[in-house]
């Protein structure tokens, strides 16, 4: 059985956001797989050739904001 799960990394430890299935000391393989930004998760849709923090200054930061009144 594969189980996917979001933890939160604090103080040396993976904390698990919900419950898992799994019997007391029950023996898992665990890959880590750091989140991606919401800029390099859709990067390719945008056929982005440039550098990627570049792109997440872009999309993310508040002087290229579209809601601001010029």
Not at 46 to 53: F, I, T, V
Request: proline fraction near 7%.
């Amino acid at each position: 059985m594969i189980i996917t799960i979001e933890a939160i990394y604090e103080n040396g430890v993976l904390r698990p956001t919900r419950p898992l299935p799994l019997k007391e000391q029950e023996v898992v393989r665990i890959t880590i797989e750091p989140e991606l930004s919401w800029a390099e998760r859709t990067a390719g849709l945008l056929q982005w050739k440039g550098d990627p923090e570049l792109l997440q200054r872009i999309a993310e930061g508040d002087e290229f904001s579209m809601l601001e009144s010029t």
